[in-house]
């Protein structure tokens, strides 16, 4: 009967480890929509959308860069579980030229928390732009 104990305990706690869901990391999905030029370059109106857990709050961050023009943006973001939409204004550096039609790099990650978790997602690619 002894060693029915210790072999019961082991198969009891292997079940539970096994039936135990692992939690997945929260995140976000982010996708850009349209890029487009204003102001004669003088800035970069970029719309769009993020989908994150209900709950998170947080923020976004922006970054426009061609050869000759580069030009950072935040912005709040709260997430509702549902996609959600936005518009912001990247402005060229003063020190720089204005934004050209063509490609350029947008670099953006969307970073919020809900109190116990966070997440942070990064998204790089190369746009189009147009006025």
């Known amino acids: 009967m002894r060693r029915v104990v210790p072999v019961?305990?082991?198969v009891v706690a292997l079940v539970a480890a096994q039936?135990?869901?692992?939690t997945a990391a929260p995140a976000?999905?982010?996708?850009?929509l349209t890029t487009t030029l204003v102001a004669?370059?003088?800035a970069v109106d970029v719309a769009y959308a993020v989908d994150c857990p209900a709950g998170y709050s947080g923020t976004?961050?922006?970054d426009v860069a061609q050869p000759q023009a580069h030009?950072?943006?935040?912005?709040?973001?709260?997430?509702?579980?549902?996609?959600?939409?936005y518009l912001q204004r990247v402005t060229a550096d003063v020190t720089g030229?204005?934004?050209?039609?063509g490609k350029a790099t947008l670099t953006m990650r969307a970073v919020a928390c809900n109190g116990t978790d966070c997440f942070s997602t990064?998204?790089?690619a190369t746009v189009k732009l147009a006025k």
Do not use: M, N
């Open 8 to 10: 019961l305990s082991i």
């Open 19 to 22: 039936a135990a869901p692992a």
């Open 28 to 32: 976000a999905t982010i996708q850009i």
């Open 40 to 42: 004669k370059g003088a």
């Open 60 to 62: 976004t961050a922006l």
């Open 71 to 85: 030009g950072t943006a935040t912005d709040e973001l709260t997430c509702t579980g549902t996609g959600l939409l």
């Open 97 to 101: 030229a204005p934004f050209e039609r």
């Open 122 to 124: 990064p998204l790089q």
